[in-house]
């Protein structure tokens, strides 16, 4: 069965370094998202990508994060220098049209970042 | 704005006991809802997705019902084993994106 693969499965960094996210979405899927739990803490929407754009984020995702789709496979997210708060799980999940028409997300198993 | 209850905290039942449980949500303006299972260190597996014009939706041993009108849903576990024993989360799709409860803790004792 196809499934959302993400690595590294965890992540150590040093406060203020730059980190690289990486997800390979399900391959005829046309929506990918981001979002994150923070432990003990519910999860949270990060951010949704179509079309090689955002097309939805939430208050979270600000100026120190970024989404790219390198090319027909991946999709990453980059934290330009994190900070202790960043430390948390990672979702990312894809669907094949767009969340809010009643489609299931399929998430990857996650990415633990520690910010130390 | 949108918040998602999840009661109890969590549960712990023998083995083979039916359950339920509960999720509710403020606001009734939603595309759909769903219900997922995280185990420790895995991801987000959906369980089941009531869309907005529907009560219910069964899969296996899972039933889950929707009544939208006052923000509440609920999921029925049957015949409970060891193995159902994870976090389960709720999460309501609103502006295309999902809002989260913060799970339901099962523990099925054998």
């Known amino acids: ?116 | 704005k949108q918040e998602v209850t999840q009661i109890p905290a969590a549960l712990s039942v023998p083995e083979g006991e039916n359950l339920v449980l509960n999720c509710s949500f403020t606001d009734s303006a939603i595309y759909n809802l769903q219900w997922f299972r995280q185990d420790p260190g895995k991801g987000l597996t959906s369980l089941l997705l009531i869309q907005s014009s529907q009560r219910e939706q069964t899969s296996g041993r899972l039933n889950a019902s929707l009544d939208k009108s006052s923000g509440r849903s609920t999921l029925y576990i049957a015949a409970s084993q060891p193995g159902d024993s994870a976090t389960y989360l709720c999460a309501v799709s609103s502006n295309y994106q999902l809002i989260w409860g913060a799970g339901t803790k099962l523990i099925i004792k054998p």
């Not at chain 1, 981001?34 to 990060?46: N, P, S």
């Not at chain 1, 090319?71 to 980059?78: A, C, E, P, V």
Request: hydrophobic share 35%; aromatic share 12%; proline share 4%.
């Open chain 1, 1 to 116: 069965e196809p499934e959302v693969t993400q690595t590294p499965s965890h992540q150590v960094t040093q406060m203020g370094q730059e980190v690289i996210l990486r997800c390979v979405p399900i391959s005829n899927h046309l929506y990918f998202y981001w979002y994150r739990q923070i432990l003990g803490q519910k999860v949270e929407f990060l951010v949704s990508f179509y079309n090689n754009e955002i097309s939805e984020k939430s208050e979270i995702f600000d100026d120190q994060f970024s989404v790219e789709r390198p090319d027909g496979s991946n999709f990453t997210l980059k934290i330009r220098s994190t900070k202790l708060e960043d430390s948390a799980m990672y979702f990312c999940a894809s669907s094949p049209r767009l969340q809010g028409t009643n489609e299931k997300l399929f998430f990857g198993s996650g990415t633990q970042l520690s910010v130390l």
